[in-house]
């Protein structure tokens, strides 16, 4: 199932002006605060209601202001997640949980419900009031009511932006299992570069109200003209694999016929992973460096050079492993006389790891210095 | 109990009849006057304000005099009013529509400041899970307000026990009919030896009166607890 989204929207000091395609998966709003993502979420929910613009689900069309058609929130069924969890606090978590189903026409599934609550990891929570409840535990009640309500997509505000990390790290799973378990469109808004090339299958990227580039995540992530949040945190995502485990600790990757190294990963051999390559973290050299501590280098083509108007630069290389991304000073990019089609090699300080299914393996999030 | 005499009796059990229905008839209005005044925005908004406080800054014999021209006998409502049977001046029905009204602004007061307390957050929240504007009023903010709905029917029915000016301008101080407690204790005071019945009542009007403050403010703090979840 395919979201469609056109939205204008006109605020004081602000214009709105998005279309974009979110598909099953995770499709990220990635973008500063600021940009429009909560407004084109809220515009979906039916809890704002823009100038003009359609959203749709297949044939299953929320908004028309074309044919005159606005349904109300409650005829949406959206799973809206939000950001302060906002459950009932009169309500047991129980009760929460099953809300959304004691006005739908269908009635309880007890293995869905009780599919959700194992998933979550919230069966001992059942009988508690939110208010005893800790910030990642109600986030996590938040997402099975939303999942509960049988939902045609969900939406989710910064579901982790009121939490420390301890408690990211412990919501983050559960949204890649949706990701991977679910077939409905999931919209995840977010301005943190680590959780969009962790989570998102498509991201779009917002500016001040505009989608400026939308695509496949690695390709949106790896293009140097997309930059959401400043040149300081982009950062590119492989796809790898891992290929074995060594006894030194190290787990090693294939990251398109190169290898990388880690440190150890709880995933069997064959695992795909995800990982992350912040363009801050990579050095770049003409030859092939020698006498390095560094253990992961990828060998590739200059592809493009975007300077800023500071001393940076960001170079995107071309590389068997994928697409990836290098912020440099100008000053060295012309020392290294870099451009487009001169060959390089990047020198990876930092790779941090998003395992593409936690569900398999419960291990910890790596992420190291190599 | 022996203590209070059969006229006594009577005021005290009259008192709490027409202070019982002032509060049940006035609850379901001002329930819709403070969510009106808490949630609505329309023109004319400060009139219904001012309406709704005024019982609260006339002087009483005011709103009794007031009530006397537009629901007596011969008013403009009181006239279609008992053309259907219904009758309010100089019986105990029109007790209770004066102790209703000098009541009605402390109800509306404790709904509105409970109503304002209720996150409108919630509300959307359950609205995308399903939940009609009607059934999110009452799986979500009647809930969450219900506290609040108590302390003040609490607070308007001491207010109407107490009721006295508006009362006795209204419907007089007939013994069994509109005499209610403070009338009775008016009347007491106005005959020679009356003092001891008058004070025996004005025992029963501050244990009354207390017990409806301090359950009030049970109810608050309990208000308190139940919107924080805990």
Known sequence: ?370 | MEWLGPEEWQAVRLSLRVSLWATLFGLPPALLAAYALARWRFPGKWLLNGLVHLPLILPPVVTGYLLLLTFGTRGPVGSVLQEIGVVFAFRWTGAALAAGIMAFPLLVRAMRLSLEAVDPKLEQAAATLGASRVWVFLTVTLPLILPGIIAGSVLGFAKAMGEFGATITFVSNIPGQTQTLPSAIYAFLQVPGGESAALRLVAVSVAVAMSALLLSEWLARRAQRRVAGT
Not at chain 1, 161 to 170: F, Y
Not at chain 1, 197 to 212: D, F, I, K, Q, S
Not at chain 1, 267 to 287: E, M, Y
């Open chain 1, 1 to 370: 199932m395919t979201l469609s989204v056109t939205i204008q929207h006109r605020f004081a000091g602000f214009d709105l002006d998005a279309r974009f395609e979110a598909p099953a998966g995770i499709t990220a709003l990635f973008g500063r605060s600021g940009s429009g993502k909560t407004t084109i979420v809220n515009a979906v929910a039916g809890l704002l209601r823009p100038n003009a613009g359609r959203v749709a689900a297949e044939d299953h069309v929320l908004f028309d202001t074309a044919r005159g058609v606005w349904l109300p929130p409650h005829r949406r069924r959206v799973g809206y997640i939000f950001q302060e969890g906002r459950l009932f606090p009169h309500l047991s978590v129980r009760q929460n949980l099953r809300y959304g189903t004691w006005f739908s026409a269908q009635r309880p599934r007890p293995a869905e419900e009780k599919r959700v609550i194992e998933m979550l990891g919230i069966g001992a929570l059942l009988e508690r009031r939110p208010g005893a409840l800790s910030g990642g535990e109600k986030q996590r009640v938040a997402i099975g009511r939303a999942l509960l309500s049988a939902p045609r997509m969900i939406l989710a505000d910064e579901p982790l932006a009121a939490l420390d990390e301890a408690r990211k790290s412990e919501i983050l799973p559960y949204f890649e299992r949706l990701r991977d378990e679910a077939s409905i469109p999931i919209l995840f808004v977010s301005h943190s570069a680590a959780e969009v090339a962790r989570l998102a299958t498509t991201v779009v990227a917002l500016e001040a109200g505009r989608v400026t580039r939308q695509g496949p995540a690695a390709e949106v992530l790896a293009d140097p003209a997309v930059t959401p949040l400043g040149a300081r945190a982009a950062g590119a995502v492989l796809s790898c694999r891992v290929t074995r485990h060594h006894d030194d600790g190290l787990t090693e990757l294939d990251a398109g016929g190169t290898p990388l190294f880690i440190p150890r990963l709880g995933a069997a051999p064959g695992t795909p992973v995800r990982v992350r390559i912040a363009a801050h973290d990579v050095i770049l050299s003409r030859q092939r460096p020698e006498g390095l501590s560094a253990l992961n280098i990828i060998s590739g083509r200059v592809q493009e050079i975007r300077s800023g108007d500071g001393p940076g630069t960001l170079v995107s290389l071309e590389t068997p492993a994928g697409r990836l991304l290098a912020r440099i000073t100008r000053r060295s990019a012309e020392a290294l006389v870099l451009a487009p089609g001169v060959a390089c090699h990047a020198v990876m300080k930092t790779v941090a790891v998003a395992p593409e299914d936690i569900g398999g393996l419960g291990g910890p999030t790596g992420q190291g210095l190599l």
